[in-house]
């Protein structure tokens, strides 16, 4: 499974750490003006919006010094922009981004600020949100909140083939966390395994009830049918992962009558 996004969380994680924020930031009174009509929070997307260029422009001086002012010190050099895009409530809104050179000419240097508010992570949860909350990808855009005539016209990223391809990332990450989490600090009462049946699938699932009452999904494994050799991978796995499989109290409801005894610590083998 792809490694990107957790490269994209690191990088998005060390941007919002290396933001500059201004100090003030001034709003012409035509764009409030503007914005006014179309309610409350179009308002204060405007306001945002001033405020994301401001502290892209403090990065930018933060890198290459004021404008104007020769410093030979300098690491990095302005590059005029570019076409880029930031992520707003849902959507994606192209913006003319800054860029920025090494003064020795080796390469492009990011922006903090940019290569946190492009992150892709945010579409993603929310994507997978809306989803789990049962709005249909064809249906999502009318799930969003109101960013205001002007945004919304020119916001790209919400049609259904995004929106599933977003969906398709944000399980993939959360199934890959959850089959890696290590599971070591559990004090576990109880494991318990069963088959979920998915049209022509079979899940076997593991779940963990701790001291106090609190469930804890552990694992799944897919197969076409309940049987011995998936819940032996997926205890083993949980056994390697640093579960104490010595101590919780284990219950298997996966077709008791054909497993026969043969799980490893199953209920049905005492």
Known sequence: ?????????????????????????????????????????????????????????????????????????????????DAGSVVLGGRRLPIRRP????????????????????????????????MLGKLSTRRYRLGLEPVGGAVERSSTGTSKSAISRRFVAATERALAELMSADLSGLDLAA??????????????????IGIDGTKHPLALVEGSTENATLARELIVGLRERGLNVTRPSWSCSTAPKRCAGRYWMCSTTR
């Open 99 to 130: 860029r920025v050179r090494s003064a020795d000419g080796a390469g492009e240097v990011a922006i903090p600020a940019y290569e946190l508010f492009s992150s892709t992570e945010i579409l993603n949860e929310m994507a997978l949100g809306k």
């Open 191 to 208: 494991l318990m395994l069963d088959g979920v049946h998915f049209g022509e699938h079979t899940c076997i699932v593991a779940l963990g």
């Open 1 to 81: 499974m792809s490694k990107t996004y957790q490269n994209n969380r690191r990088r998005a994680q060390q941007a919002a750490e290396d933001v500059a924020v201004p100090h003030t930031v001034s709003v012409a009174m035509e764009q409030i003006a503007a914005s006014m009509k179309d309610g409350l929070l179009a308002l204060a997307v405007q306001s945002g919006l001033a405020v994301m260029f401001a502290m892209l422009e403090e990065d930018v001086t933060a890198l290459c010094g004021p404008r104007g002012k020769h410093n030979p010190d300098r690491i990095a050099v302005r590059h005029g922009s």
